[in-house]
């Protein structure tokens, strides 16, 4: 199983980026999928999760500004980042949870780098 994510790159504060992420190989489903983002010498945080069949969560850093969404069919996900921030500059790392041979893990994709511009 590996997740693909798009979509990084140099951004003013006050634009916009669509980043995507993608599974691909062999596995039953996914349940939960979502972004997270590390920024130079902090750990690791969540960004937003969207369950398989229910409503998404945002930190409370991000929300009224990004938008995850999820195309089950295609075993994407999503995040529409609007009115960014220097604060959002971050590697952004998609995950998800996968069930692989009758085994539930979780999976990251190779993160993207997001830089906003003051």
């Known amino acids: 199983v590996q997740l693909q994510a798009s979509g990084g790159g140099l951004v003013q504060a006050g634009g916009s980026l669509t980043l995507s992420c993608a599974a691909s190989?062999?596995?039953?489903?996914?349940?939960?999928m979502g972004w997270y983002r590390q920024a130079p010498g902090k750990q690791r945080e969540l960004v937003a999760v969207?369950?398989?069949?229910?409503?998404?969560k945002y930190a409370d850093s991000v929300k009224g500004r990004f938008t995850i969404s999820r195309d089950n069919a295609n075993n994407a996900v999503y995040l529409q980042m609007n009115s960014l921030k220097p604060e959002d500059t971050a590697v952004y790392y998609c995950?998800?949870?996968?069930?692989?041979?009758?085994?539930?893990?979780?999976?990251w994709g190779q993160g993207t780098l997001v830089t906003v511009s003051s």
């Open positions: 995950n998800g949870n996968v069930n692989a041979g009758g085994r539930w893990a979780n999976y």
């Open positions: 969207v369950p398989g069949g229910g409503t998404a």
């Open positions: 190989g062999i596995f039953f489903s996914i349940s939960t």
